[in-house]
């Protein structure tokens, strides 16, 4: 089996959730519930995460994921070539949970690579390459363990795919002018 496809299909949840709170930003009635993540506190001078990671993001970020996963159930259980690509049953009751674990282990990941940015003296907004690209896919990673145990060959693949969709993503992202910058 294709192990890019794999990787793909498998880790999508997590990749939608990454993206969900540059749109969420966007949608003129969600722009009033911009509440900070860290309530505007400062730790050691330096803000914690920071005016972008925002409570409208991350469930923005949950619900997408899930919604991801519920669209995963539905072609796993209709379609015979999407079994042939799915690293786990999406037949498993469990694997609802899966949704809300991607969503908040991508962003979770997200704002916790955003406090060393903070911490270390990189302003919001500034790239901080290869970090901004990963935090997501590890923080995914270790938020779906607790459900899903993949083999250990299927990691570095998640982590490479998921990379290049992200210079993707980001770039067609800056193209439509929904990011400010292409990286």
């Known amino acids: 089996m ?101 969503g908040i282990g991508a962003l979770v990941g997200d704002a916790l690579e955003s406090f060393f940015k903070r911490q270390i003296g990189i302003a919001s907004g500034q790239s901080w390459f290869p970090f901004d690209q990963i935090d997501y896919i590890i923080g995914g990673l270790f938020f779906s363990l607790p459900l899903v145990r993949l083999s250990i060959l299927y990691y570095p693949w998640i982590l490479v795919v998921w990379f290049g969709m992200h210079l993707i993503v980001s770039y067609i992202g800056y193209l439509l002018k929904l990011k400010d910058k292409p990286i």
């Not at 990749?15 to 949608?27: H, M």
């Not at 993001?57 to 259980?77: N, R, S």
């Open 2 to 102: 294709n192990p890019f496809l794999l990787a793909l299909w498998f880790f999508m949840p997590a990749g939608l959730s990454n993206a969900a709170p540059v749109l969420a930003n966007k949608v003129p009635s969600y722009k009033k519930w911009k509440t900070p993540l860290d309530f505007g506190h400062s730790w050691h001078g330096k803000r914690i995460f920071g005016d972008n990671k925002t409570f409208r993001g991350l469930v923005a970020g949950v619900v997408l994921a899930t919604l991801a996963i519920g669209l995963q159930k539905y072609l796993f259980i209709h379609s015979g070539w999407i079994r042939e690509i799915s690293l786990i049953d999406y037949n498993q009751s469990a694997v609802w949970l899966l949704g809300p674990l991607f």
